[in-house]
């Protein structure tokens, strides 16, 4: 049975058992193996574990490493499961996987977005059991449209002659059985290289979880490919991998599969130097949730909506601006930027607003000539009762006002119906 850690963002662990009721308590060896891994991972060029966790030392304490704003699993090479889950805040109790899930369909890296996540049974799963029944879904729906044969390659030693001679094989093979031929040829079946991947993930999963409910259901699974040969070379035969209008059907199972045999995460984090981990920056993720609903909810009206837009720079063609949200209606212009990050009843200390991002707004207001900009936060308990925070400029028929809106991530919808009366009303 895997040991399972659930934690939020910006918790800190540490292994001094002292310390267990103030901080999340993990064993000496686990603690060692996730801080070797950061310090692993920030010894390769392309990757910067720092940006997911952070190691430091606290007095009386000794070292403690805090999780950023990623949140998913990381599975440490001992079985022990990190589970990292988001701060997300509402006026209800829902649970915050299944709001999670919501957002991570906006996000396109992404691969399922069709799923309900009111009909998973988050509350007795881990992140990573959600991701293998979505995987079992979608594998679910191939088999009942059935699964597709091709024309595939095969290499073989046979008695008879066919297709084309591989000399190379045949000398190494052959040289005194000359009644034989090793040949290259095409054979049409299920054996094709998308169901031998299949086949291979269900295998790897099942060895995977710990949920029976899952492990029942990639038995059943596995009965359909009884006559699929498992794959041996991933990368052989992703390279095989065709994704076109025959194929379609494949295409979210592939993608998950690729994360699941290749190890690979939503970021760049490679992964080598741990078991498995499936992190999602949730910067990233509030933009593309935000920008998807209220894209959508704009898409009848006079609005037009323009996503990470790359109109200008600060200076000529050098420093971009890349405001999240830009929007137009033929009498003005609006900015909107997400910020993943929990302010506080603080108006001494600008309730949490950072200076560089207000720094951010300006530059946006001045380039874009928008005399509205409005930065989008996450709701919080703190800041739920709150008055509406802004600021101006003051500067004559050059002022911009850049205005507070907190998102309820929990009824995203509500939340920007009502943020879209807000800023109709400031432009008319």
Not at 407 to 415: F, G, K
Request: charged share 25%; with cysteine; hydrophobic share 35%.
């Amino acid at each position: 049975m895997k040991k399972l850690i659930e934690i939020k963002e910006y918790d800190i662990l540490t292994c001094n058992q002292a310390f267990k009721d103030e901080y999340v308590y993990l064993d000496n060896d686990s603690f060692e193996q996730l801080e070797n891994m950061i310090l692993h991972c920030n010894e390769m060029e392309d990757v910067d574990a720092y940006d997911f966790f952070s190691v430091s030392t606290k007095r009386h304490v000794g070292k403690v490493i805090r999780a950023k704003n990623y949140v998913g699993i990381v599975q440490l090479k001992n079985g022990t499961q990190i589970q990292i889950l988001p701060k997300i805040h509402g006026k209800t109790a829902i649970d915050p996987k299944k709001t999670f899930l919501k957002m991570l369909k906006s996000l396109q890296e992404f691969p399922s977005k069709t799923f309900n996540e009111t009909n998973l049974r988050t509350d007795h799963m881990t992140l990573l059991e959600i991701f293998i029944r979505l995987y079992i879904e979608e594998v679910q729906k191939l088999i009942k449209k059935g699964l597709k044969s091709s024309y595939y390659a095969m290499e073989d030693n046979l008695n008879v002659y066919k297709g084309k001679m591989v000399f190379s094989q045949q000398l190494k093979y052959n040289l005194v059985h000359r009644q034989r031929f090793y040949t290259r040829y095409d054979e049409f079946g299920m054996n094709r290289a998308e169901n031998r991947l299949i086949k291979a993930t269900l295998l790897y999963l099942l060895k995977q979880s710990t949920s029976n409910d899952n492990i029942n259901e990639i038995r059943k699974q596995l009965i359909h490919f009884e006559l699929i040969e498992q794959s041996k070379n991933y990368s052989k035969d992703f390279s095989q991998v065709k994704i076109d209008r025959n194929s379609k059907d494949y295409e979210t199972i592939m993608q998950w599969s690729k994360i699941f045999l290749n190890n690979e995460s939503f970021t760049t984090f490679s992964g080598h130097s741990f078991a498995k981990a499936l992190l999602f920056p949730m910067e990233k993720v509030f933009e593309s949730y935000i920008g998807f609903h209220l894209k959508k909810l704009l898409s009848d009206s006079a609005w037009h909506v323009q996503l990470q837009d790359k109109g200008y720079h600060l200076f000529q063609g050098k420093f971009a601006l890349r405001p999240d949200i830009v929007l137009t209606n033929g009498t003005g212009k609006i900015i909107l930027d997400t910020k993943w990050k929990m302010l506080s009843n603080t108006p001494h200390n600008n309730y949490g607003i950072s200076q560089a991002d207000m720094y951010q707004m300006y530059a946006y207001a001045k380039k874009y000539h928008a005399k509205e900009i409005w930065i989008l936060y996450p709701l919080n308990t703190e800041v739920e009762q709150m008055k509406e925070i802004y600021f101006n400029t003051n500067e004559g028929d050059q002022s911009a006002e850049v205005r507070v809106f907190f998102v309820d991530c929990h009824h995203v919808e509500d939340s920007l119906e009502k943020l879209v009366k807000k800023f109709t009303l400031a432009t008319q």
